[in-house]
């Protein structure tokens, strides 16, 4: 039994919820009833135009929250937004990465790491 059985009412956040794991993790707990709250992060609502639809389809339940996880005045802002609204949170995921950059690409071998 996991501790999601146990409750009656979880509270979730998903960092970087605007698609791919994040979208799907939303997906899946709203799905769930025992599921009271789930809070979402993205960066920019021109990415995040699923996750916002859903948002209205279930505005009760689904809170999403715009913020850079690497500006820290945001993250500040969107924790004390959650904080208004809940005291507690029992599943934070975080799914935010980056794939490449100038300088870092996918799928390096062993010799490419440092």
Do not use: W
């Not at 939303?26 to 916002?52: C, F, G, N, P």
């Not at 975080?94 to 790491?113: A, F, I, M, W, Y």
């Amino acid at each position: 039994m996991s501790f999601i059985d146990e409750m009656n009412s979880v509270n979730a956040l998903i960092v970087g919820a605007n698609r791919g794991i994040g979208l799907g993790f939303v997906k899946k707990l709203l799905q769930d009833d025992r599921i009271a709250k789930v809070y979402t992060t993205y960066r920019q609502s021109e990415s995040a135009s699923e996750l916002i639809f859903l948002a209205g389809e279930h505005s009760e339940r689904l809170i999403c929250l715009e913020m850079d996880i690497s500006d820290e005045s945001q993250i500040i802002k969107a924790v004390q937004k959650i904080y208004a609204q809940v005291d507690k949170l029992h599943l934070v995921v975080n799914c935010v990465g980056l794939l490449h950059e100038d300088t870092l690409q996918p799928e390096k071998s062993l010799r490419q790491l440092n």
